[in-house]
């Protein structure tokens, strides 16, 4: 097992965990993403498990590096658990990392510490994409671990949610080979090597399908697509470079539940209301009301906090919270974040924010 | 004067520059802000003084700095009229920076070479708003200076556009000292000191006035407010931190055409709209059918080509740039990319764009 007390485990111990069908205690945001009635609103954060928890902190410091972390399924399932004993969140969501995919597809990267991603090589011709990998399960069994284990954990608390990038994400850091304002040199191979792009996208697409469906069997409840690069995007280049891909893998993915969060993509919303998938995130500058009628009522609609009212006081933070969830309504909403939690907001803020949601009846 | 030979003047000859009125022999932006109708659209770029061109590189390499080249009116001059030489454009926009009100108000600033603004000292608390001063016309004599010169040197070719930076968008470099992601130190000081906020921007809004005055009186033809950081906020602070102040710049400036450009505030364009201005520019996000019908007929349109369609080969930026030509229309419009055009773009692909805005005919 994982505990909080943070004793090691060896990946012999993990990998030895047989799946069994655990009955979960607490089903509302699987509910609430198929669209049926909860008795209330169900809660949880994107970066959830992070840098806003002292525990968090403080396993980063036994383990050294983020790395280390996402690569350790010991680690990987207390992290990912510390939310729901903490915070008392309605889901967990595995500790890892979209680039995952680019280091099982043969791009390593590292994580520099204040700096984001680095990948020491990166895409530049037709030659580097041939030479990546589809990445199949057991290029990421170490995800896979980590997610059998906390699901083991959890023992029915709450759903587990697995994620994966987009596969425009992916390809602006296999492209950029670091983080960007603009992404310019992604942008420039759509411009300039069309053709190229797709295949790559394509191999992208087909690594996720296989990293979804692997996350699933070994236990993941639901699973979200980060799209986190999406509004660099023209609306034309967003349809044919990324929309097309994400609706790839939703049509692939019929096992679980499926959420798209398409940070930026304000111009595609209506567009997304016809993917194969049951919810859509929307960030803190997408009006509920106008995403609600581009969208359509039959998508469940996640987040939209701005997450800076989490440096308000805590009168502000459950005014605005109540307002939020009468402005989505009773049903087919998860209350959330519009972006990942920042790392310097106060974990009491945060509880502030998920007890009001849990507190609060139509 | 100010030459493409790059010979030196002093500051007294700059300052003994009388204005006169010079008779503009292409006046198209100016009567497409006013919604007159024009013989074909005009057509200039954001950041069209600048590193695309190696008339300017080789400018910075005889000044060293970017700020001197800011303080000093002749290489001002002689790097916003060469887009004009060199790319034909329909205006000039004076170079110069819209962090020359945070330093007249009292904060210096470095411009970090590929880094970007950097703020020695920011703002903190009360105290230090209470410190700041209202700039007027004579703490930023260098940039009339430089106005009045480039008027002089233009001779009537092309209008000269001023500009000033949104008083949310300084705001938030006040705050934060340095770009950002997030801005998150920016919308923590809103959420946490909102009467505080008010005071800085309502400094902040006075100062701009001054300066966009000025910028008028030394002979400015039209001026634009960028609104860089627009898109991080949510759609209601938005209105009541930075609309609001932007409202009273164009209330106040009613002596030529103002453009208002809130970069990301797709959700804004119906407010926008209602302002007294005469042009809203657009990014590439924007759909521009939608966006007109937002913003309503009554105002022009300025954009709004993805400036990644630079990247491409010209027979492709020749076919976008003609598509947005007729999806624009032949009334109130100004031709532009959705932001400023990217340091590694080729002379020549930019100019592609601007030859086929110019060649083309409805």
Not at 326 to 339: D, E, K, S, T, V
Request: charged letters at 25%.
């Amino acid at each position: 097992m994982c505990s909080k007390a943070g004793i090691f485990f060896n990946s012999i111990a993990s990998k030895s965990i047989l799946q069994t069908t655990i009955t979960l205690k607490n089903d509302l945001i699987l509910r609430a993403a198929r669209g049926e009635k909860t008795e209330r609103t169900p809660v949880w954060l994107m970066r959830q498990a992070g840098r806003i928890l002292p525990e968090y902190r403080a396993v980063r410091e036994r383990m050294g590096g983020f790395k280390e972390l996402v690569k350790s399924p010991e680690f990987a399932c207390e992290v990912t658990i510390q939310p729901v004993d903490i915070l008392g969140v309605d889901a967990a969501i595995i500790f890892s990392d979209i680039l995952v995919i680019p280091e099982a597809m043969g791009l390593n990267y590292e994580m520099v510490e204040s700096k984001g991603p680095w990948f020491e090589k990166t895409i530049q011709h037709g030659g580097d994409i041939e030479a990546l990998k589809i990445a199949e399960a057991n290029d990421l069994q170490y995800v896979l671990d980590a997610i059998k284990l906390t699901c083991k954990e959890l023992n029915g608390r709450v759903p587990l949610i697995g994620f994966a990038g987009a596969p425009w994400t992916i390809f602006a850091y296999m492209i950029e080979g670091k983080g960007s304002k603009t992404f310019s040199l992604a942008k420039k191979f759509l411009y300039t090597n069309p053709i190229e792009a797709h295949t790559l996208l394509e191999k992208i697409t087909k690594s996720t399908i296989n990293y979804l469906k692997a996350q699933i069997n070994a236990g993941a409840h639901m699973v979200q697509i980060f799209d986190s690069w999406a509004g660099i995007l023209s609306p034309q280049q967003y349809n044919e470079f990324s929309l097309k891909y994400i609706s790839d893998i939703c049509n692939a993915i019929t096992e679980v539940p499926v959420t798209v969060f398409a940070k930026g993509a304000f111009f595609a919303r209506a567009e997304m209301g016809k993917l194969n998938c049951n919810t859509i995130g929307l960030d803190w500058n997408m009006e509920i009301s106008e995403s609600r009628s581009l969208i359509g009522n039959h998508k469940t609609l996640q987040g939209n906090m701005d997450p800076c009212l989490l440096y308000a006081d805590y009168a502000t933070i459950k005014k605005e919270t109540q307002n939020m969830l009468r402005q989505f309504g009773p049903h087919r909403h998860i209350a959330n974040l519009g972006h990942g939690v920042y790392p310097d907001i106060e974990k009491d803020k945060v509880k502030c924010f998920i007890d009001t949601v849990k507190e609060f009846r139509f």
